[in-house]
């Protein structure tokens, strides 16, 4: 059957879990590489939705340091968009509450909630439906060792480690296939990389 032309792009791909006929159970995501920047988001709004042009990234800039100051005063904030907040993370590990001193704590990032926000907005403009896109075959990549190794390099750059998300981008992976790749290279009696916890996620380094 030839694929549509048109509709929302989506990659399928198999799970770690296995379905009731012993093969792995597949889910589906955008498809991959598929990004605009917020120059083009300007220029979109202002040839579409009557903005002047440089207006869009100005509001986000203005919201961004705003946003940042009230979240910052432990705020909530609601938004058309959804909702940002605080996420706070503690600097080791505590088993008594007692014990929990301010300096303890820290920022870990910002907590989004898009609740039903984008819901009618994007619904508005899926008139066309779903296109499937092929993807890159998992296992002949898994089995390619000169692309992992070109891959490895890609994600690790000048940072001098690399995480599964970003492994996974350069090598065209799931995130699951990736992680599993680096924790691979973690094993044996000289492992090729070092695997380290860095706050919420996993980071590796050569070693």
């Avoid at 694929?3 to 006929?21: I, N, W, Y």
């Avoid at 100051?69 to 959804?82: C, N, S």
């Avoid at 750059?157 to 065209?172: D, I, P, R």
């Avoid at 492992?191 to 380094?205: A, C, F, G, V």
């Amino acid at each position: 059957m030839p694929q549509k032309k048109s509709g929302l792009p989506f990659e399928v791909h198999p799970t770690p879990a296995k379905g009731k006929d012993g093969q792995h159970i597949v889910y589906v995501r955008p498809a991959r590489g598929l990004k605009l920047s917020m120059k083009f988001m300007d220029d979109f709004c202002s040839k579409n939705y009557g903005m002047r042009y440089g207006e869009l990234t100005r509001a986000f800039d203005v919201f961004l340091r705003a946003a940042a100051e009230k979240i910052a005063e432990g705020y909530r904030i609601e938004t058309p968009i959804g909702s940002f907040g605080p996420r706070l993370s503690l600097n080791g590990t505590f088993t008594d509450a007692d014990e929990v001193k301010d300096s303890d704590v820290h920022i870990d990032g910002v907590d989004y909630n898009p609740g039903k926000s984008w819901n009618e907005p994007l619904e508005q403009w899926l008139f066309n439906g779903f296109q499937r896109v092929d993807n890159p075959n998992t296992q002949e990549l898994m089995a390619d060792e000169e692309h992992l190794e070109e891959a490895l390099q890609k994600s690790i750059g000048k940072k001098g480690y690399t995480t599964a998300k970003a492994f996974a981008y350069h090598a065209h992976l799931t995130y699951y296939s990736a992680r599993k790749q680096l924790d691979k290279w973690t094993m044996g009696d000289n492992p090729k990389l070092l695997k380290t916890m860095d706050r919420h996620e996993y980071i590796y380094t050569e070693t």
